[in-house]
């Protein structure tokens, strides 16, 4: 079994910061790619940052200058630290993880229950 706990989530003002963090636990073999991405209501779930295992990061448009992926391949933890907050970034985040359980040979994707992000005055 392998689960993925994520933190962080709340109540911004625009122009704020809020950092998010994901802690993968279980059977963990490897890791290759951690990211997150965000659904909010009404809108399909996309891909908002993710970093592969040798550091490579992927973010999408919207947020590039305003958000940092990090990740400890130690820990298997991944954060989104999130600058310069805009109402538009309200959604709920879910954490996602590429993992390959230990004694397999194939990677499957696991997801965390998502945080609730919310930028308002």
């Known amino acids: 079994q392998v689960q993925l706990v994520e933190s962080g989530g709340g109540l911004v003002q625009p122009g704020g910061s809020l950092r998010l963090s994901c802690a993968a636990s279980?059977?963990?073999?490897?890791?290759?790619?951690m990211g997150w991405y965000r659904q909010a209501p009404g809108n399909q779930r996309e891909l908002v940052a993710r970093i592969f295992s040798d550091g490579r990061t992927n973010y999408v448009d919207s947020v590039k200058g305003r958000f940092t992926i990090a990740r400890d391949n130690a820990k298997n933890t991944v954060s989104l630290q999130m600058d310069s907050l805009k109402p538009e970034d309200t959604a709920v985040y879910y954490c996602?993880?590429?993992?390959?359980?230990?004694?397999?040979?194939?990677?499957?994707?696991?997801w965390g229950e998502g945080t609730l992000v919310t930028v308002s005055s």
């Open positions: 279980g059977n963990i073999g490897s890791i290759n790619v």
């Open positions: 996602y993880a590429l993992i390959r359980q230990v004694g397999r040979t194939s990677y499957m994707n696991y």
